[in-house]
């Protein structure tokens, strides 16, 4: 029994086309392969997920796209954007239709035309009207306060979206810095476990010879138990600080988050120029009570004028249908129709519109209060931003120069230790001083660029990337 191949279009007869066939078969398909499987992959991936080690501005990258506030404020500017269009499409016109059928058991229609008459029934008994109306608007108050109110309006939620922002770059970079200031001390604490684990086995090693006895070997124990217990406390709590750093980035909860290190570029980024001037035009938030204060005067001007007349242009143009039968009803229209002016002027109101012109103008005027407030409340932070700048870089400055000197005394102290020289207690002094030295560092480096943070945005100079 011949086998024969199940490749589509194929002539078993001709075995040159056949071959030449399933190799083009062959190419579709791989073709095709090719095109849908990058496709496959691109579904399969999330947009947002994080890859490798990141960088501090990836990670800030991250959070302005996938942070709940970021997005929400997003959408809170889309909104307001929508009930702008909405408020200002009253200056477009307006045209309605309508119609309408009764059926008159008793009595007939009048129209303002003669009706037609019927042969059979003096009375008309089916009435129906077909129309359009419409309006434009001249003058309205409502809609010219719309119009006046929409460059604020965008402009305060556009200064909103970007306060937010600006929060979240902040509080990332801050929770950043933390974890990884908790990494360090992770490392300092593991390389003091090996310098202990030395030093235990030394301080052994010379109880055994009767060189020492056996305090030495304890206290060396006691010092790498303490050391250990620190150990796990800092693992603990980089699982807590990193799980706070994933919320503020709005990555999920059991996505992994490795941070890029690098200790010479945060070393030249700690430096600012503190002889900046302090501009208040420069902090969002004195804009955004700027912008309020703006749509108050708005909402002022607009009880103001308020005992203004409204003004539109109407026009309809409407066919009646008048008979005694349903079946004749729409055989002649009697067509209608106007155009004219409608003014609406407001005579007496219980003294609402002087009352809420009142209101305006009182919280117009708290607005101003509001922005005294805030420069005192912008200066003071600038103040203390600025002097805990200062403080926490002396602070790094001079416990860079003790990682060096501990680290010498360290190995000085060790070498005479174990030539008889120094006591076990030396050794555990220098031990301490010199994972004291390196924490401190940390610890005051990653204080300046905190301190840095709050002073950009103590000064309104903290960037927001642009994608």
Same mark, same amino acid.
């Given at each position: 029994?011949?086998?024969?191949?199940?490749?589509?279009?194929?002539?078993?007869?001709?075995?040159?086309?056949?071959?030449?066939?399933?190799?083009?078969?062959?190419?579709?398909?791989?073709?095709?392969?090719?095109?849908?499987?990058?496709?496959?992959?691109?579904?399969?991936?999330?947009?947002?997920?994080?890859?490798?080690?990141?960088?501090?501005?990836?990670?800030?990258?991250?959070?302005?796209?996938?942070?709940?506030?970021?997005?929400?404020?997003?959408?809170?500017?889309?909104?307001?954007?929508?009930?702008?269009?909405?408020?200002?499409?009253?200056?477009?016109?307006?045209?309605?239709?309508?119609?309408?059928?009764?059926?008159?058991?008793?009595?007939?229609?009048?129209?303002?035309?003669?009706?037609?008459?019927?042969?059979?029934?003096?009375?008309?008994?089916?009435?129906?009207?077909?129309?359009?109306?419409?309006?434009?608007?001249?003058?309205?108050?409502?809609?010219?306060?719309?119009?006046?109110?929409?460059?604020?309006?965008?402009?305060?939620?556009?200064?909103?979206?970007?306060?937010?922002?600006?929060?979240?770059?902040?509080?990332?970079?801050?929770?950043?810095?933390?974890?990884?200031?908790?990494?360090?001390?992770?490392?300092?604490?593991?390389?003091?476990?090996?310098?202990? #684990?030395?030093? &235990?086995?030394?301080?052994? =090693? *010379? !109880?055994?010879?009767? +060189?020492?006895?056996? /305090?030495?070997? %304890?206290?060396?124990?006691?010092?790498?138990?303490?050391?250990?217990?620190?150990?796990?406390?800092?693992?603990?709590?980089?699982?807590?600080?990193?799980?706070?750093?994933?919320?503020?980035?709005?990555?999920?909860?059991?996505? #992994?988050?490795? &941070?890029?290190?690098?200790? =010479? *570029? !945060?070393?030249?980024? +700690?430096?600012?120029? /503190?002889?900046? %001037?302090?501009?208040?035009?420069?902090?969002?938030?004195?804009?955004?009570?700027?912008?309020?204060?703006?749509?108050?005067?708005?909402?002022?001007?607009?009880?103001?004028?308020?005992?203004?007349?409204?003004?539109?242009?109407?026009?309809?143009?409407?066919?009646?249908?008048? =008979?005694?039968?349903?079946?004749?009803?729409?055989?002649?229209?009697?067509?209608?129709?106007?155009?004219?002016?409608?003014?609406?002027?407001?005579?007496?109101?219980?003294?609402?519109?002087?009352?809420?012109?009142?209101?305006?103008?009182?919280?117009?005027?708290?607005?101003?209060?509001?922005?005294?407030?805030?420069?005192?409340?912008?200066?003071?932070?600038?103040?203390?931003?600025?002097?805990?700048?200062?403080?926490?870089?002396?602070?790094?400055?001079?416990?860079?120069?003790?990682?060096?000197?501990?680290?010498?005394?360290?190995?000085?102290?060790?070498?005479?230790?174990?030539?008889?020289?120094?006591?076990?207690?030396?050794?555990?002094?220098?031990?301490?001083?010199?994972?004291?030295?390196?924490?401190?560092?940390?610890?005051?480096?990653?204080?300046?660029?905190?301190?840095?943070?709050?002073?950009?945005?103590?000064?309104?100079?903290?960037?927001?990337?642009?994608?």
């Amino acid at each position: 029994m011949q086998f024969k191949p199940t490749f589509p279009l194929i002539l078993y007869n001709e075995p040159g086309r056949a071959y030449l066939m399933r190799k083009k078969y062959y190419q579709l398909l791989i073709g095709i392969l090719f095109l849908v499987i990058p496709f496959e992959l691109v579904a399969q991936t999330a947009p947002d997920t994080t890859v490798g080690v990141l960088t501090l501005r990836q990670c800030v990258a991250f959070a302005l796209k996938n942070q709940p506030a970021v997005r929400q404020a997003a959408i809170d500017e889309a909104v307001n954007e929508k009930n702008i269009n909405i408020s200002l499409a009253a200056w477009l016109p307006q045209v309605t239709s309508s119609a309408l059928y009764d059926y008159y058991f008793k009595g007939s229609p009048i129209i303002g035309s003669p009706a037609p008459t019927s042969s059979s029934s003096g009375n008309l008994d089916n009435l129906s009207s077909l129309g359009l109306q419409a309006s434009q608007v001249i003058y309205n108050n409502d809609v010219l306060q719309a119009a006046k109110a929409a460059k604020y309006s965008r402009q305060y939620y556009k200064q909103n979206a970007t306060s937010s922002q600006i929060n979240v770059v902040s509080d990332v970079s801050k929770a950043f810095f933390d974890v990884l200031l908790s990494q360090k001390q992770l490392d300092i604490l593991n390389e003091d476990i090996v310098r202990l #684990q030395r030093s &235990l086995k030394d301080a052994y =090693s *010379r !109880y055994q010879a009767g +060189a020492s006895d056996k /305090t030495d070997y %304890k206290q060396a124990t006691i010092s790498l138990n303490n050391s250990i217990a620190s150990r796990k406390q800092t693992e603990e709590a980089i699982k807590s600080k990193t799980a706070y750093l994933r919320q503020i980035m709005g990555l999920g909860a059991n996505a #992994q988050l490795a &941070l890029s290190y690098d200790s =010479s *570029r !945060y070393e030249s980024e +700690a430096v600012i120029d /503190t002889n900046q %001037k302090l501009d208040f035009n420069n902090r969002i938030e004195y804009q955004l009570l700027q912008t309020q204060k703006s749509l108050d005067v708005v909402n002022v001007n607009y009880y103001k004028w308020g005992f203004l007349p409204s003004v539109s242009a109407v026009g309809s143009y409407t066919w009646f249908y008048i =008979s005694n039968s349903f079946g004749s009803l729409y055989d002649k229209a009697i067509p209608n129709g106007y155009v004219g002016l409608t003014l609406s002027l407001p005579i007496f109101q219980g003294n609402k519109r002087l009352e809420n012109l009142s209101k305006a103008k009182l919280q117009s005027d708290r607005a101003d209060l509001d922005i005294v407030n805030a420069k005192n409340t912008i200066n003071t932070e600038y103040i203390q931003a600025l002097a805990g700048y200062k403080s926490s870089y002396t602070n790094w400055q001079l416990l860079k120069q003790n990682v060096s000197l501990a680290s010498d005394v360290y190995k000085v102290v060790t070498l005479q230790y174990r030539e008889g020289v120094k006591t076990y207690l030396d050794v555990i002094v220098a031990q301490s001083d010199l994972r004291t030295a390196e924490l401190n560092y940390y610890n005051s480096l990653f204080q300046v660029l905190s301190s840095k943070i709050d002073l950009q945005k103590a000064l309104g100079t903290l960037a927001v990337p642009q994608n």
